[in-house]
């Protein structure tokens, strides 16, 4: 790690969890109410800003298929924030080493020589299967599980490949569910493999969708917040479990 000897203030990359502020780690927290300065993202709550009434707080949201602040601008932030304050929380919804571009970051810091240290936070997947109580995993049925997203780089190909796993976990997968299951079917997965759609997890407005992967092809114009796609048999054994979801009728009827 880079020497606090330059002068130059520390930057935490803290996970703030899926959602609902009582979520964040302890660690987390606790760093949360030193912080002089946080930049957030999009997703992260109001109340989990709460913690940290002391802060300066600078949105630097990333919503996908939105117009957001761009990376390079983000990495210039954190550099500038650590010239000026000693301790700068850069808040990343769920974990900062999942899908949040974490890499990027590191490396301006280190290129600058600022010091930094990471703070993981619950990834959505998991509070997911919690919220839901279904587990990802089942013995003689799931012993994997894959997160994947097709999200992509600016100018690079969108993602075509699938992962071989027994239970697929797609992050920002609202709008891309038709080409997601048309390549699972065309793979050969059963039209009858259970999906659970989680819409804004862990929060106060979540919205749980059980449907099948035939469904799925249609589509989920439904759904307008972070959405998280489960896909697998491990899903089956808890089907016939109680929980508040949207009426599937007309949707299965339709496929």
Do not use: W
Request: include cysteine; proline fraction near 5%.
């Amino acid at each position: 790690m880079p020497s606090r000897e330059t002068g130059l203030g520390k930057v935490y990359l803290v996970g703030a969890g899926p959602g609902a502020a009582d979520l964040i780690t302890v660690r987390g927290a606790r760093i949360l109410a030193q912080a002089e300065v946080v930049l957030h993202d999009a997703l992260v709550t109001e109340e989990m800003l709460q913690l940290c009434p002391q802060a300066v707080k600078i949105s630097v949201g990333k919503r996908s298929g939105q117009r957001s602040t761009a990376q390079t601008f983000i990495n210039r932030q954190l550099i500038e924030c650590a010239e000026k304050y000693q301790l700068v929380v850069r808040l990343k919804g769920g974990d900062p080493m999942l899908f949040g571009r974490a890499d990027e970051e590191l490396s301006a810091l280190e290129a600058h020589g600022i010091e930094f240290e990471i703070v993981p936070g619950i990834t959505a997947a998991l509070a997911a299967a919690a919220s839901t109580c279904q587990p990802l995993t089942k013995r003689g049925i799931a012993r994997s599980v894959a997160f994947f997203t097709s999200s992509t780089a600016p100018n690079h190909p969108d993602e075509i490949t699938m992962p071989d796993c027994d239970t697929l976990v797609q992050y920002m997968g609202g709008k891309e569910a038709i080409k997601t299951a048309q390549r699972l079917l065309a793979q050969g997965r059963s039209p009858d493999t259970p999906v659970l759609v989680v819409e804004n997890c862990s929060r106060a407005n979540e919205r749980v969708l059980r449907l099948h992967l035939y469904a799925l092809e249609q589509g989920l114009a439904q759904f307008s917040g972070p959405v998280l796609v489960i896909i697998g048999n491990a899903l089956a054994s808890r089907e016939a479990k109680k929980t508040e979801a949207i009426d599937l009728a007309s949707i299965e009827k339709s496929a």
